[in-house]
């Protein structure tokens, strides 16, 4: 209970918020570092995922190699990266590691969207005269978005929680809250940043799921 107590202390403390060094400044670093590389990530998967999905061609051995990525650990990829040239270009490191850890949900889930998107649908599509790519965009691709945006969701998830790698190559983020506190040997600073990391990523599945919930018809699978 004491420690319960002092992290609880710890983040009531208004100049714990405040400053450089303050909560707001690192949510404001991790927000930037999560969806830069969310979006860099995005456009890399989505249009390999989606042109194989259409095309119905090489999915297996995309979705197969971006799984073996998975078993690679991202700090395992961050040190390697900071031992070659690349390392010397302040976040690179960070922001490729994370990268190729988000790719993996956002590639599977695309592909496996479209390749469930319902052949008949498909085929009367193609057989009121839509081209590949009206077919792609009005067709496939809505009736695939909600496994797509499941796919985004657990990405950017995955990347709160991973993104606080970042504090141990001098990042910012709220992983220097946590690097903090071991460098000052203090439990509850320590569990106090891991727990603003856990409420953050709860904040952006909540997020995403409203958002799903809210969304129009299309981007809920249905297509008029």
């Known amino acids: ?7 609880w202390t ?3 403390t208004a100049a714990n918020w405040s400053g450089e060094n303050g909560v707001w400044h690192r949510l404001e670093q991790h927000l930037v570092l999560t969806f830069s590389c ?16 259409h095309l119905g061609r090489g999915g297996a051995l995309a979705v197969n190699l971006a799984n073996i990525g998975r078993a ?10 900071l031992l070659t040239p690349i390392g010397r270009y302040g976040q690179w490191p960070t922001i490729i590691a994370l990268v190729l850890f988000a790719i993996p949900p956002l590639l599977t889930n695309a592909y496996v969207g479209m390749r469930e998107v319902d052949q008949n649908v498909v ?10 790519t009206q077919l792609v965009w009005r067709v496939e691709v809505p009736l695939a978005f909600p496994l797509v945006l499941t ?13 606080t790698l970042a504090a141990l190559v ?20 320590v569990v106090a940043g891991a727990v603003l990391v856990a409420v953050f990523a709860l904040l952006m599945e909540a997020a995403f799921e409203l958002a799903q ?12």
């Open 72 to 81: 690679v650990p991202t700090f395992a990829v961050l040190v390697l990266l």
């Open 170 to 189: 001098g990042g910012g983020g709220l992983g220097r809250i946590i690097t903090a506190g071991f460098n000052l040997a203090s439990t509850p600073q």
């Open 151 to 163: 796919g985004i969701r657990i990405a950017a998830v995955q990347l709160v929680a991973t993104a």
């Open 38 to 53: 969310l979006v860099i990530s995005a456009l890399i998967a989505l249009p390999v995922a989606l042109t194989l999905g």
């Open 1 to 7: 209970m004491n420690t319960l107590s002092a992290v």
């Open 213 to 224: 919930r809210c969304a129009p018809d299309w981007a809920r699978g249905r297509i008029r």
């Open 10 to 12: 710890w983040l009531t």
């Open 123 to 132: 085929r009367a599509a193609r057989g009121m005269g839509m081209t590949g």
